[in-house]
T-cell receptor
């Protein structure tokens, strides 16, 4: 099955700086890569996703990049703000057959220092 | 309801007892997932249901764990003879269709504490 590795496990940045979280996946059949944000005590929520037919996607201050050859993808947050502090999870899935569940990475705890 | 609903929100049980956790997915969502999140850890896949297909049980950690989904809607996760290592937050999620890149909508989870 799919295995998703995520790093770093914790990340502390100063407000206004950029943050980068990286993930690798093992199953070359995976073609859908979402990112979820989980604030303290709350449920995970989708913030952005990317499909394998594109290499980059951007939504305001967040962007994701995907390298299918190397089987890794990254989340980039620019101009970080204290409200970006949360745990971020990457995930991977093969979409098409509907037989596989979403496999999550172990999470990155981002702390934005004001 | 508007979102995924889970009950109870908190459950404290004694070691060796059985527990049942309930999930009401968003109406119309055909895919339903159970994940487990231990304190400060990631999201561990347990089981998922897609329509009338056989569920993917590959994530269940032992035969003490089982789940069912009746009528393609409500799901129940049952843990028999609970152990202390079962203590975690159990998250349910649903999506419109598992075969597409439909986002998962998570419930608030059930925090299980086994004493």
């Amino acid at each position: 099955g799919e295995n998703v590795e995520q790093h770093p496990s914790t990340l502390s940045v100063q407000e206004g700086d950029s943050a980068v979280i990286k993930c690798t996946y093992s199953d070359s059949a995976s073609n859908y890569f979402p990112w979820y944000k989980q604030e303290l005590g709350k449920r995970p929520q989708l913030i952005i996703d990317i499909r394998s037919n594109v290499g980059e996607k951007k939504d305001q201050r967040i962007a994701v990049t995907l390298n299918k050859t190397a089987k890794h993808f990254s989340l980039h947050i620019t101009e970080t703000q204290p409200e970006d502090s949360a745990v971020y999870f990457c995930a991977a899935k093969e979409v098409g057959t509907g037989r596989r569940a979403l496999t999550f990475g172990s999470g990155t705890r981002l702390q934005v220092q004001p | 309801g508007a979102g995924v609903s889970q009950s109870p929100s908190n459950k404290v049980t004694e070691k060796g007892k059985d527990v049942e956790l309930r999930c009401d997915p968003i109406s119309g969502h055909t895919a339903l997932y159970w994940y487990r999140q231990s304190l400060g850890q990631g999201l561990e896949f347990l089981i998922y249901f897609q329509g009338n297909s056989a569920p993917d049980k590959s994530g269940l950690p032992s035969d003490r764990f089982s789940a069912e989904r009746t009528g393609g809607s409500v799901s129940t996760l049952t843990i028999q003879r609970t152990q202390q290592e079962d203590s975690a937050v159990y998250l349910c999620a649903s999506s419109l269709a598992a075969g597409q890149n439909s986002p998962l909508h998570f419930g608030n989870g059930t925090r299980l504490t086994v004493t």
